[in-house]
C-alpha cells in the first residue's frame, strides 16, 4: 500500500504538467492571440496562394519534455499557414470559398475549454438545445416545419450521407430492392453524393443522370420521362438529388417542379444545397428556391454561406422520426441518458456521432454578436460581385456562362490560332503565380473554363478589380507571345 501510494504521488508530479499554472495559460493565451490577429491583419494585403516549395514537413518533431509556444507558433506560421491556399483571405476565389468568421474561432475556443458534452441532451441540456435551436432557425428559413429534425454535421458530405441513409431505411431500400431502385440526379450533382451512395450500400442502385438545359439545370420532362418509364418497368423511382447551386456553375435546380414530380412517384426529393441555400437569408432569392421548402431532406454548408471556419454542415431532414429510426441507438452504459419526453431530441441518436464537437457555439456566437443583417448584406454582396465579374469580363472580351444564379461565374478566353484549353490553362497559372489571387478551373462537356466563386465574406470590389486586371492583363502577354 506504501508503495502504491508512493508511486501515485511520484506520477502525479509529472502529470501535474497537464495543469499550468495561470501565468502561463496567461502567456499562451497572450501569444496565441497575437498571432492570431497578426494573421486577420494581414489577409487584406497578403497573398491567397502560396506555390508548396517540396520542402520537408514533418510534425513529429516534439520531445519527451515539450516545447515552448514561441517555436510551436513559428513551426506553424512557417508551415501550415505558409503553402497552398489561404481559404481566410478574400482572395480566394475558387472551389468553394467561406473565409472562416474570427467569432467563429472564438466560438470553438469556448467550446473546447469547458468542453461541454453536446452529445446526448442529459448530459448538457443547453449545449444540446441550442443546437436544437440552431437546427430550428435553418428549418425556419428553408420553408420547413418547426417539428422537422436535422444535425450539425463536420460538413456537407456527412450532412448529405446522413440524408440518404435515412431515405434508404425509409424507403426500405433494403436486399433484392437495392437493384430495383433508381436514384436521379445531374451530371452536375457533387461527386459526394456519389460517395454517399457507395458508402450507404447503395453503390448497385441504378443510377440515372437527367439531361441538364442550356444553365446546367435539371431538365425537369426528362426527368419525367425517366421516371415514368422506370415505374412502368417495375423499378423504385427512390430518390432524386436535386442541387441548390451546383458547385461547378452555381445553378439552382427547378425545385418546384422537381417536387411535383417526387410527389407523383412517391419518391424522397434531397435538396443539396450546401454552397447555394444560405442565400435564401436574402429575400430577393426566394422566386429562386421556390421548392426546396417541400423536400424530404436538404443540406446547407454554414461553413460555405455562413462563412464560419471550416468543420459545420447541416442536415434537415422533415421527417425527424425517420431520422432517428436511421441512427438512434441503445446501451446498457448509457442508461442514465435515456430520452424521456421532457428532453430535446439528442444530436447522437440523430446522426453517427456519439461524442462530439461542440459545433453549435461557434454558430450561435456569430450570430449572437453580428446579428443577421450583416450576413444578409454580405450573402447579397457576393452575388452581385459575381455579377460584376460577369458583365466586365464580357466587355474585356471574355466568353462567359450562364450569367451567375448565386456567385459562381464561368469564363474563358477564345484565343484566335492557339489552344483555347492550353491558353486558358495558362491563364490560370499566371494568376496563381501572382498568388494575390486564388482562381480554380473546371472541364464541362470535357472543355476547360476558368471559375470565379466568390462566397468569401472578406472578398469585396477590391479584389474583384485586381483579379479582372490581372487576368486581362495576363490575356494581353499571353496572345503577344
Ligand atoms: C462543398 C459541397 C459539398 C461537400 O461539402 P463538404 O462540406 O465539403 O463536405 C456537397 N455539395 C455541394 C453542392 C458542395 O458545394
Redesign the pocket.
Known sequence: MQDLIKDIEKLEVISKRLEPETELLKDWNRKVNAYGLEFVQGLDAGKAYEQYDGQELDFLDFGPEGDSIDNALEKIKSTVDHFGINPASGGHLGY?PGGGLYSSALGDYLAAVSNRYAGIFYANPGAVKMENDLIKWTAQVMGYPSDSGGNLSS????A?LIAVTTARDYMGIEGSKVEEAVVYMTEQV?H?VHKALRIAGLGKTIWRQVPMDSAYRMDVSALEQLMDSDKKAGRIPFMVFA?A???DVGAVDPLNRIADLTDKYSCWFHV?G??GAAFKLVAAFNPLFKGIERSDSL?I?P??GLFLAYGL?IVLVKNVDALAKSHYYNANYMQDAKVDNSMDWSPADLSPELTKHFRGMRMWLSFKLFGMNAFRASIEEKHLLAKYFWVRMKEEGFELGPEPALSVVIYRFQPEAKDRDTFNMALMQTVLKDGFNFISSTRINDEIWLRLAVLSFRTHKDRIDHLIATLVHAKNELLRH
Open positions: 468553394i460538413g456537407g458530405s456527412i448529405n457533387h459526394c442541387s447551386g451546383t458547385t443539396d450546401a454552397y443540406v454548408d461553413h460555405k454542415g
